[in-house]
């Protein structure tokens, strides 16, 4: 194993061997594979094949650990939350600080883990689906910074509601596209997408934003995740000579989940919890809970869980947090939760919220509203577990991005001082889209 | 295949899809299959769009399932599939619109993306599509990797199970694709999504070259085709044309617009054709 200043594993490191990837037609157990056209099966090989070479290519690897050292900053720290800790029933809260990687969260590991991928195939073009930026703007950095041409797919709605990163990402030479049908959310943004690639596969490699889809997409964005639990690991262990009790992440597609989970699988006495959006309560309908509150089914390529109705038509998922607003989940992510090792817990905006000013004021950490539903998930969990318990955190990402939102939940600004584009509802005031 | 004797006509699903294809080869043409979605812009209005089709020249409808992810699909056929699911369209419908054609000699197949199939239960599915009168399932997000039991439930009853090979197609995966699909093989003439084309790519000719080294299917050849005379080039080198989005523009016209549209193709298929 490879490690960085510090003594800590590696990105690279995470593509190792590890045995606990899917079958070689991208199966774990019934959920995965590749519900998708045939068209795009040569595609999906092709990246499968050039993924298998690189994670075994000594310069590819190099490469990959030099960007993330000195690019987007790895390792990240693991901060002791002594204060919150007092509201979680005393237990100790420690939290892997994935919100001061380079462009604010977890995507970079991915992102650069593609883009480098999509030089070694040759392709010069980059496509990626975003919902209101954030994967958007990773995608748009990573191809900044290796020359490749950018175009991001932003349902419409999301392009008004989330101007900024619309002009971040142009800032950073990608093209926007707001993507008119449908919902005009996320995840017409990946449907546009995959009709993009169908068109574009020669030059063109769809950089997908979480560890769902298609294989290899499941197992190789969550072996590039990997190095958040890998480090976090090594830290924990360094730093107070045991095991967690809980790991905490919060789980739309689920890749920074997976990505800190997957190095703890064989511990068998840590616990691992996903915590799902469940926006208005997941007994209301309006939630984003895919395995607590969904149902198995073939959607965006694999067979995982979904919220769809009886015909089988997916159904919009509801969540202040952009982020983990979409209506499905990575099949790792099922397989998990269907064999026991992972549980997965619904959390609703209210309570998200309330982790988050929590945060902000214990802590002086403005967390991602994502985030904020697994601080709010280890807020429960520290309660029931006592002052014994170690519980590790997740913070997937900042919060920069979701203050307009926040400002307006909390009122603590003159209305009139925010932008004029007055959401509809809390829920359409979202922040980040992303999967 | 059936019960009464070798000269018997076979009339199941399979039988009937086998005698389109039969009797346009008897007539030296390419069939013809118009595809329109059920619920569009009513489910009785798509009934008679449908039977518009049939009665202009159409040989074989492909019945589309309306979906609320048809990542194959480009604009205008999405829109059409959003005006369906918004006007209420359910999975049953689709089944009935089959039923209702079929009753009046109408040939049908279903177009659909899989996950209804799969919440529906593919084996409930193919017998429910089977008694409807359809003759078979074409699944444009389905390869035969995933088929988990559909092409069994298919046997069964005696329906055709209807893949798709592209032009990125390996060899090895178009030979498998074929040797699990039964009535014709959907050969996508261009990389790209449904929606007209000003011209049929050379890619769409060299596919079907392609593929008849690997089964003697007929091979029905869509995407892109919207006029009698793109139809009378495809129909010089394929077994069936499938026309879909020009279709759908048409039916927003109306049911005139697409008995002109259809007819026009009809006779394309059957002007040119060069045979095998």
Known sequence: MTTSPGGLPTASSGLAEHGHDPDAAGHFGRFGGRFM??????????????????????????????????????????????????????????????????????????????????????????????????????????????????????????????????????????????????????????????????????????????????????????????????????????????????????????????????????????????????????????????????SVGALHGAFTYLLQDEDGQTIESHSISAGLDYPGVGPEHSFLRDIGRAEYIPVTDAEAMDAFRLLCRTEGIIPAIESAHAVAGAVRLGRELGPDATLLVNLSGRGDKDVDTAARWFDVVDPASLPTEEPASPDAAAGEREL | MTAGGANAPDRTGLGVLEDVFTTARAESRAALIAYLPAGYPTVAGSTGLLTQALDAGADLVEVGLPYSDPVLDGPVIQHAVDTALRGGVRVRDTLSVVETLAARGGRAVVMTYWNPVLRYGPEAFARDLASAGGLGVITPDLVPDEEHGWLAATTTHAIAPIFLVAPSSSEQRIATTAAATRGFLYTASTMGVTGARDAVSDTARALVERVRRHTDLPLGVGLGVRSGSQASEVASFADGVIVGSALVSAAEQGRAAVARLTSELAAGVRGNHTGR
Request: proline content about 4%; some cysteine; overall charge negative.
């Open chain 1, 37 to 294: 056209p045939e068209a795009l099966i040569a595609a999906v090989d092709e990246v499968a094949a050039e993924y298998d070479k690189a994670r075994h290519d000594p310069e590819f690897l190099a490469e990959l650990d030099r960007l993330q050292r000195d690019y987007a900053g790895r390792p990240s720290p693991i901060t002791d939350a002594r204060r919150l800790s007092e509201h979680a029933g005393g237990a100790r809260v420690l939290l892997k600080r994935e919100d001061l990687n380079h462009t604010g969260s977890h995507k970079i590991n991915n992102v650069l883990g593609q883009a480098l991928l999509t030089q070694r195939m040759g392709k010069t073009r980059v496509i990626a689906e975003t919902g209101a930026g954030q994967h958007g703007v990773a995608t748009a950095t990573a191809a900044a910074l290796l020359g490749l041409e950018c175009v991001v797919y932003m349902g419409e709605v999301d392009t008004e509601r989330q101007a900024l990163n619309v002009a971040r990402m142009r800032l950073l030479g990608a093209e926007v596209v707001p993507v008119t049908t449908g919902s005009r959310t996320l995840k017409d943004a990946l449907n546009e997408a995959y009709r993009d690639w169908v068109g574009t596969v020669g030059n063109t490699h769809y950089v997908l934003g979480t560890a769902a889809g298609p294989h290899p997409f499941p197992m190789m964005v969550r072996d590039f995740h990997r190095v958040i639990g890998l480090e976090a690991r090594a830290q924990v262990l360094e730093q107070y000579g045991t095991l967690p009790d809980a790991i905490l992440a919060c789980v739309g597609g689920g890749s920074n989940a997976i990505g800190i989970f997957h190095p703890f699988l064989d511990d068998s006495s840590v616990r691992l919890v996903g915590c799902e959006a469940a926006g208005d309560g997941v007994e209301t309908g309006r939630h984003a809970a895919s395995i607590t509150g969904g």
